[in-house]
C-alpha cells in the first residue's frame, strides 16, 4: 500500500481481555516501530524490528506486552490481562532501512479499555 | 540519555501571523539526526523535516523554515503567514547513534490558527 496501515481504527475491550494490534508497513521498508501516545506520557517508544528481529525492546512496559513480525513486513502487537493504563493509541510506523531514514506513520489505534 | 524539550505547550495565533514552535535537545552523540513531525486533527503523524548534527545549514521550504543552531543545541521551526490549515500539534523528535534507532520524541506544541 501507499503508506502504513493499521487495525482496527478503534478497539474497545474489558479490563482483563487480551488484545491483538495489526501493522502492515510500507512496502519495501525493512524497519518497523511501535510507539504508543497517551495525555500523561506523551509518544514513548515500544519496539524495534529490523526484518522479523527485535534488536530493542526496551520501552515494552511489562510482559504483558508482546510483538512479532513475520516475513519481513506485518507485526502484531499484543497485550495480555489489559489494564486501564494500556489505554493509548498504539501508533506503527516504517522506514527504508533503519538508521537516520524518517520514519513514516500509520494512523494508529486508540485502544479504550472499560 | 537523550532527551527533547518542547517548552511551549500551546500557541495561538491569528491567520497570516509568523509563528515559531522551539525545540532544545540534548545527547551525548556527536552524529545525530533531529526531525519535526506534525499531528494535525486527523491523529497520523507526518515527516516535516530531518536534519543531521553536521549540517547547520538553515532550510526554507515554502512558508516553513528551519533554524538550526548545535550551540544552543536548538532546531526551532518557523512557519510564515500562519493559515487555519496549520492548526495541529508539532512534535521536535532526536534520534542518536547506536544500535537503538527509536526517536526520542518531545511533548509537542499545539498550535491553533484562528481567523
Known amino acids: 500500500g501507499a503508506g502504513v496501515s493499521q487495525s482496527p481504527s478503534n478497539k474497545v475491550t474489558e479490563k482483563g481481555k487480551d488484545v491483538e494490534l495489526r501493522c502492515d508497513p510500507i512496502s519495501g521498508h525493512t524497519a518497523l516501530y511501535w510507539y504508543r501516545q497517551s495525555l500523561g506520557q506523551g509518544l514513548e517508544f515500544l519496539i524495534y524490528f529490523q526484518g522479523n528481529s527485535a534488536p530493542d525492546k526496551s520501552g515494552l512496559p511489562s510482559d504483558r506486552f508482546s510483538a512479532e513480525r513475520t516475513g519481513g513486513s506485518v507485526s502484531t502487537l499484543t497485550i495480555q490481562r489489559t489494564q486501564q493504563e494500556d489505554s493509548a493509541v498504539y501508533l506503527c510506523?516504517?522506514?527504508?532501512?533503519?538508521?537516520?531514514?524518517?520514519?513514516?506513520f500509520g494512523d494508529g489505534t486508540r485502544l479504550s479499555i472499560l | 540519555a537523550q532527551k527533547v524539550t518542547q517548552a511551549q505547550t500551546e500557541i495561538s495565533v491569528v491567520e497570516k501571523e509568523d509563528v515559531t514552535l522551539d525545540c532544545v535537545y540534548e545527547?551525548?552523540?556527536?552524529?545525530?539526526?533531529l526531525f519535526w513531525y506534525k499531528q494535525p486533527p486527523s491523529g497520523e503523524l507526518v515527516f516535516l523535516i530531518r536534519?543531521?548534527?553536521?549540517?547547520?545549514q538553515n532550510e526554507i521550504s515554502g512558508r516553513y523554515s528551519w533554524n538550526f543552531q548545535k550551540s544552543t543545541s536548538s532546531f526551532n521551526f518557523t512557519i510564515t503567514a500562519s493559515q487555519v490549515v496549520d492548526s495541529a500539534v508539532y512534535f521536535c523528535?532526536?534520534?542518536?547513534?547506536?544500535?537503538?534507532?527509536?526517536?526520542?520524541f518531545g511533548t509537542g506544541t499545539r498550535l491553533q490558527v484562528t481567523l
Open positions: 510506523a516504517s522506514s527504508l532501512n533503519g538508521g537516520y531514514q524518517p520514519q513514516h
Open positions: 545527547t551525548r552523540d556527536t552524529t545525530y539526526y
Open positions: 536534519r543531521n548534527s553536521f549540517d547547520e
Open positions: 523528535a532526536l534520534k542518536g547513534t547506536g544500535t537503538a534507532s527509536k526517536l526520542t
